[in-house]
């Protein structure tokens, strides 16, 4: 009888295999900073936007995996000839998570809300083209702007651009609520963010019931979470020298792709020595940027001599204007009068490349005479002191935005270039309609980088995938600082 049953429930179990093996539908995926906040629409973070953008919140266009503009809550739109009115068609029956009916009157305030004077947005710059926001109808939104705006599709698909409902506005930083496929379930600070599948979702049911956000930044830790299975995903991995260990063990999946995340060494330019040009330039000359890559990231990232990374179209390889020479560095440092030993401070955020590549680059200062003092900071010390304050010598941090030669023309971004060549040249490439004036123009302001150097260009760091073998649909690139998870699941 024994035997028997055990004969039975065996054949049972292979009978009903469907339900036994059934893949599950959750996914707990690594973040290496914890956000902030969680609305996209008042803070610079790109953490922020790792958890919420197409997850929670949604806009006009989105951009996909390769980059390019898509309809998102907006359907399709027609542009005049003037290039001055975009007539947006919305799609109906869109709700945000308490249940606020989607509309041409979200649209008006969001985009207001997010250019008004008093306005936090992180890219507040992006809304000053928009000269109104008038509703036709209810599905229809029609804006007019100030002057053509080549990139305004594309700006509008950033995560700061996304739909905000007026009574929720406030409470989005803790609670935030948007139109997308997952609804916010729980924050557990210093740990975990907690969403949940939207069953009134408008478009097409994620086929995860549930996603957890894990803040683990510490390279051993997370290597260690992804072995034991505590994590199922890590898309924007930390430890680049545990890559190879994950390649050989077939339970991942190891995926190296382009990320938009250009790693600077940012002077303040509006501070001394770094106000004089050819200072900046010295530093240049002074650091090895392939012996960077090598040892703060395994040899994984592209050397860049711009503010652009080499996937764009428009990139252009200026990684040869400033080969490592100290000795050119130190006859640039003594024409402009920097006495050897002279001292600043490089404040150093938390993730790997930024603590990895300081050290090496004070070691590579010091060898010209610059005595570069590191100060390591907690992420939200960076951002108010930093970002928010310009109060900061150096910095080493990787700027993950797509195509954001903008900041270069801003009249008080957080590391004081001001051009007003560069500026010019920005307005010519915001009004050009025709592709290749486009291109031209895209690739002067990249030599005027070059040649001006605000920054110190060190290299564009590669999108590190390490993830269960049978997850799908996870992004390989990151054409913006993205955790995609909405069309993630489980192969059986």
């Known amino acids: 009888m024994r035997q028997l049953g055990v004969f039975l429930v065996a054949a049972l179990v292979i009978g009903t295999g469907a339900a036994y093996a059934a893949p599950p539908d959750t996914l707990t995926l690594g973040l290496p900073l914890e956000p902030p906040g969680l609305d996209p629409t008042a803070g610079a973070a790109s953490a922020i936007r790792e958890v919420t953008y197409a997850n929670i919140f949604q806009g006009l266009t989105h951009i996909d995996e390769n980059g390019q503009v898509q309809p998102d809550l907006a359907s399709g739109w027609e542009i005049s000839k003037d290039g001055l009115t975009y007539t947006f068609k919305l799609r109906s029956g869109v709700t945000f998570h308490d249940g606020t009916p989607f509309d041409c009157s979200i649209v008006k305030f969001s985009y207001g809300r997010a250019a008004a004077p008093e306005s936090i947005n992180a890219q507040k710059q992006l809304f000053a083209p928009i000269a109104s926001v008038d509703c036709p109808s209810p599905d229809t939104a029609v804006v007019e702007l100030k ?117 600077i060494l940012a002077l303040n330019n509006a501070r001394q020595p770094f106000s004089d040009v050819r200072v900046r330039q010295a530093i240049a000359y002074a650091i090895d940027r392939k012996a960077i890559i090598d040892a703060a990231y395994s040899g994984l990232g592209s050397p860049i001599g711009s503010h652009y990374t080499p996937q764009d179209p428009s990139y252009v390889d200026l990684t040869g204007a400033y080969p490592y020479d100290p000795a050119k560095a130190k006859a640039l440092l003594a024409q402009a009068g920097v006495a050897p030993g002279t001292s600043f401070t490089i404040m150093l955020p938390p993730p790997s490349y930024a603590q990895r590549g300081g050290e090496l680059i004070a070691a590579y200062l010091q060898q010209v005479g610059l005595n570069a003092k590191l100060q390591s900071v907690a992420w939200a010390q960076w951002l108010a002191q930093v970002f928010g304050q310009s109060a900061f010598d150096a910095t080493v941090i990787a700027h993950t935005e797509a195509r954001d030669l903008d900041i270069y023309a801003r009249p008080h971004y957080y590391f004081n270039y001001a051009s007003d060549q560069y500026k010019t040249l920005y307005a010519q490439y915001v009004a050009a309609t025709d592709a290749a004036k486009q291109a031209d123009l895209l690739q002067q302001l990249q030599r005027q980088l070059s040649a001006d150097e605000p920054n110190i260009f060190l290299f564009a760091l590669p999108k590190i995938g390490v993830w269960n073998a049978k997850l799908r649909g996870l992004w390989t690139n990151d054409p913006m600082p993205i955790n995609d998870v909405t069309g993630a699941y489980w192969a059986p």
């Open 147 to 263: 002057q053509p705006t080549s990139t305004f599709l594309y700006d509008m698909a950033w995560g700061d651009a996304v739909m905000i409902a007026p009574k929720t506005a406030a409470g989005n930083k803790a609670h935030p609520i948007g139109t997308g496929p997952f609804v916010f379930s729980r924050w557990v600070p210093g740990d975990r963010i907690e969403l949940l599948r939207n069953d009134h979702y408008w478009g097409a049911a994620p086929k995860l019931k549930a996603v957890t956000f894990r803040v683990i930044g510490d390279p051993a830790a997370a290597t260690a979470a992804l072995l034991s299975g505590t994590l199922d995903a890590y898309t924007n991995f930390p430890a680049p020298e545990a890559v190879a260990r994950f390649r050989q063990d077939p339970r991942f999946t190891v995926a190296i792709g382009h990320d938009e995340g250009k790693v």
